[in-house]
């Protein structure tokens, strides 16, 4: 009977360790995006352009580029009335984001990584969809060079979830850079 019942238990035992280690982990560590399209650009575009994210305390902040030279308060200002509306992402359609854009109507440029909040991913690809054709009609008759980087502009959906926007030089090598970070 002992016998018998120790069986049963190492065979549930068993049972329970083949069901556990089967599973799938998810990484539920947070992707540092800014850190992702910092590794992802030229040096160049590091020393030119801040990459701005929100920050702990629910205003944005940015790192590298010219970010250093504001007051937190002020960069958060110019973030939240200049660079934001830009993307024209939806009030509570995303989680998380890390965004390097020109302001400068002279310049077709755009990073940008985005976590859909739930549901919401077709939203941030149309938000993405229509920063990109904003560039392309802006420069279309304006600048021949700025109209063939916002022509090769491209949005993704990653197999993590993200939403990825590139319009910059050799956005093909960004856009590459960024999907593998993001699957690491």
Same mark, same amino acid.
């Given at each position: 009977?002992?016998?018998?019942?120790?069986?049963?238990?190492?065979?549930?035992?068993?049972?329970?360790?083949?069901?556990?280690?089967?599973?799938?982990?998810?990484?539920?560590?947070?992707?540092?995006?800014?850190?992702?399209?910092?590794?992802?650009?030229?040096?160049?575009?590091?020393?030119?352009?801040?990459?701005?994210?929100?920050?702990?305390?629910?205003?944005?902040?940015?790192?590298?580029?010219?970010?250093?030279?504001?007051?937190? @308060?002020?960069?958060?200002?110019? $973030? !939240? *009335?200049?660079?934001?509306?830009?993307?024209?992402?939806? %009030?509570?359609? =995303?989680?998380?984001?890390?965004?390097?854009?020109?302001?400068?109507?002279?310049?077709?440029?755009?990073?940008?990584?985005?976590?859909?909040?739930?549901?919401?991913?077709?939203?941030?690809? @149309?938000?993405?969809?229509?920063? $990109? !054709? *904003?560039?392309?009609?802006?420069?279309?008759?304006?600048? %021949?060079?700025? =109209?063939?980087?916002?022509?090769?502009?491209?949005?993704?959906?990653?197999?993590?979830?993200?939403?990825?926007?590139?319009?910059?030089?050799?956005?093909?090598?960004?856009?590459?850079?960024?999907?593998?970070?993001?699957?690491?």
């Amino acid at each position: 009977m002992k016998k018998r019942i120790l069986a049963a238990l190492l065979a549930l035992g068993c049972a329970l360790l083949v069901f556990t280690g089967c599973g799938s982990k998810k990484d539920t560590t947070p992707k540092n995006y800014t850190q992702i399209i910092h590794d992802a650009r030229e040096a160049e575009d590091n020393d030119y352009y801040m990459i701005f994210f929100p920050a702990e305390d629910g205003k944005f902040t940015a790192q590298y580029g010219y970010s250093a030279s504001y007051p937190a @308060d002020d960069l958060n200002d110019e $973030i !939240q *009335n200049m660079l934001l509306p830009l993307l024209d992402l939806p %009030e509570g359609s =995303y989680t998380d984001l890390a965004a390097s854009l020109s302001a400068m109507m002279v310049q077709s440029y755009g990073v940008a990584i985005v976590k859909p909040a739930e549901g919401k991913t077709q939203e941030v690809v @149309d938000a993405m969809d229509a920063y $990109i !054709q *904003n560039q392309q009609q802006t420069m279309e008759h304006y600048l %021949e060079d700025q =109209y063939q980087i916002a022509a090769s502009a491209k949005v993704a959906t990653v197999p993590t979830g993200e939403v990825v926007m590139v319009c910059c030089e050799n956005s093909d090598a960004v856009m590459n850079a960024i999907k593998t970070a993001l699957a690491a």
